[in-house]
């Protein structure tokens, strides 16, 4: 009987609310360079796209950046935090390096009990991995309603003296629920892939089990990204190009039905390569790098957040996420079908 209960039809599982927060404090490109770094504004805009970026201020960590996310997108809902039945956070930078997870954290900031909550940590193709899981629960009865948050706070976790890197990144939370929808709406696929042969392209060297942290970690500032930034772009736009013309195969669907591609925004000239070569039109792609610089697992549901009232029913939604593994994945939307 009980197992009975374990097998019923497949749910479709959508995105029922939406939420963001940012830190207060704006750092401009012009910030940067007042800061005595060998740049310019036209270099970070031209070679980026980024003018601006917020950074989390030594007391906000990214729970705090979470909660807020979260309780918007729960109030965006229009549900209670007593019906959730499970928390997933994407980030790469929780609060504490081991334990207690994020999610935990976060479950006891909002006001949630006794419900699963997790931690995935794939980077800046985090939201993917996490909707995606999160989804699969909806999708197969096992919950009702997950809270998903990305929330990263690398900013923390950069030098600030290295021109090369500092100017990318910039600190936020972007947060959705996801839920039962109409038949046929929400997370239509999951297609996630990852290549660990690049690790060692963008990663952080000490503090975990490989190199603990110590004195001599510290002074090599191996505890801040490291970036070979040029291999980063090219394995970004050789695994996507491919990637999204296989999911669009696959599915059989082409480049023009897809309403809206909210790409990782990690660098304009990322996206608008891929936007080239597969034929995207201009008014099917939206960015925001401008305004927020790569927010990392953040930045597709920040996008979300700041579409959400211009997205229209039934709209199918493409997200293209990759980073830091080398890890990247895509997720297709149908957009609303609210019950
Ligand atoms: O979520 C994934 C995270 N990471 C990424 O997405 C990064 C992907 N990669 C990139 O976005 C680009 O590779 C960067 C923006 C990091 C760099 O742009 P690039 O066009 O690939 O420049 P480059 O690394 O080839 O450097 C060109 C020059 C170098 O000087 P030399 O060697 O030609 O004299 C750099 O030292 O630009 C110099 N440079 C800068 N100059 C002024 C690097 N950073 C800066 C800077 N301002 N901020």
């Known amino acids: 009987m009980i197992i009975n209960s374990l097998m019923g039809p ?39 796209g980024i003018k601006n970026r917020y950074i989390a201020d030594e007391n906000t960590s990214s729970v705090d950046l979470a909660e807020i996310a979260a309780k918007r997108a729960i109030e965006n809902a229009g549900i209670n935090v007593t019906d959730l039945d499970g928390i997933i956070v994407s980030t ?82 972007g947060a959705v ?17 990852s290549d660990g042969r690049y690790g060692d392209i963008l990663k952080v060297q000490a503090g975990g089990s490989r190199q603990p942290m ?54 304009i000239r990322i996206i608008e390569f891929v936007k080239d070569k597969l034929g995207i039109a201009d008014d099917q792609l939206y960015t925001n790098i401008h305004k927020y610089g790569n927010t990392s697992s953040a930045s597709i549901p920040i996008v979300l957040d700041d579409k959400k009232s211009s997205f229209k029913e039934g709209e199918l939604v493409m997200l293209i996420g990759f980073g830091a593994g080398f890890a990247w994945g895509v997720n297709i939307v149908k957009w609303g079908g609210r019950l």
């Not at 401009?28 to 036209?42: A, H, P």
């Open 214 to 267: 110590n004195q001599n970690g510290f002074d090599n500032k191996e505890y801040l990204i490291q970036m070979a930034g040029r291999a980063v772009f090219k394995t970004a736009v050789s695994k996507l190009v491919p990637s999204i013309s296989a999911v669009l195969e696959k599915y059989e669907l082409s480049v023009e039905e897809i309403g809206t591609f909210v790409f990782h925004q990690a660098n």
């Open 92 to 173: 790469t930078t929780p609060d504490h390096l081991m334990f207690p997870s994020a999610a935990c954290l976060l479950q006891s900031r909002i006001g949630a009990r006794n419900i699963f909550a997790l931690d995935v940590s794939a980077a800046c193709t985090g939201f993917n991995y996490a909707i995606s899981t999160g989804s699969q629960f909806v999708r197969t009865g096992q919950m009702k309603n997950v809270l998903v948050v990305a929330v990263d706070c690398l900013s923390k976790f950069v030098d600030w003296t290295d021109r090369a890197v500092c100017p990318l990144f910039g600190d936020g939370a």
């Open 177 to 193: 629920v996801l839920s039962e929808v109409k038949e046929g709406y929400g997370v239509l696929t999951v297609d996630l892939s």
């Open 10 to 48: 497949l749910i479709s599982a959508g995105i029922i609310g939406v939420g963001k927060e940012l830190p207060e404090k704006a750092v401009s490109n012009q910030d940067i360079v007042d800061m005595g770094l060998d740049t310019s504004d036209e270099w970070i805009s031209e070679r980026t």
